[in-house]
């Protein structure tokens, strides 16, 4: 057999092994429901899909939300806030319940147009007349820290870029998490060992790295208490959450045990008054 004839015949191999029998078309129509958990609601299109007006409460800060990863970072940074007495954080939080399309209602669009939980809206902005909302759950913990001045870092120097790079690296790790391993792992219409694999590949990666961190800190910030800052929230939210078995059913496969330092870190905040109340904060119903 010629050389040519040999190469042609790996090629062939190779791609009959990577073949699942689905040929993309040269334009994507969406002709079908997508499956999956959240199948009714997707769609590849932005906007309000209804009218539906939020409530406003009495306090100076008003959170719409859902008690999700994403949401409970928020939820985090108000309550600690709450337990340094802080009364200008004050704040109503209402229930996003984005399985219902709530997240599509015309006044929720109005302050977010990616119709994503959280979003918080500020009524006592010194600095304008009129509310400020702000959306992506790391935007609000930057503005919720730098208008009190608390959990993070001021001054320009390596403490606050630790910070903020660690914040960035969750807001660009996390995705690969929720989006990829758990959205194949747990809501997708059938298990596919190929995006099981690259995401849990990718998930232990980055379990990896945070355990190599905290091997020598007791914070993402170092190893007193002021080295805990919205670092820790945010990435505790996904990440600690993960490791003490409380995302996706996933910590056995995952073998999170092999992470000591990174689940004696989320141990430690799990503990902390305000987290505990975080993980389980009551919200209203936006009627």
Known sequence: MSKDSNQSNVANNSTSNQSTGYVPPKVWVEDKESGGKFASINRPT???RHDKALPVGEAPLQLYSLNTPNGIKVNIILEELAELGIVD????????????????????????????????????NNEANEPVAIFES???????????????????????ADCLSWVMWQMGSAPFLGGGFGHFYAYAPEP???????????TKRQLDVLDKHLKDNTYMG?????????????IWSWYGQLVLGKLYDAAEFLQVDEYEHVRRWARTIEKRPAVERAVSLNLKSIG
Do not use: C, H, W
Not at 102 to 124: E, T
Not at 224 to 234: F, H, L, R, V
């Open 222 to 234: 170092g190893n007193d208490e002021s080295g805990y800052n919205i670092a820790d929230m945010i």
């Open 192 to 202: 596919l060992e190929y995006p099981i694999n690259r995401y849990t590949m990718e």
């Open 138 to 160: 790391g935007a609000i913990l930057l503005y919720l820290a730098e208008k009190f001045g608390e959990f993070i870092p001021v001054s320009l120097g390596k403490a606050r």
């Open 89 to 124: 954080a004050a704040y109503d939080a209402y229930k996003i319940d984005i399985s219902e399309g709530d997240q599509f209602g015309s006044d929720f669009v109005a302050i977010n147009p990616n119709s994503k939980i959280p979003v918080l809206v500020d009524y006592a």
């Open 46 to 48: 932005a906007g309000a």
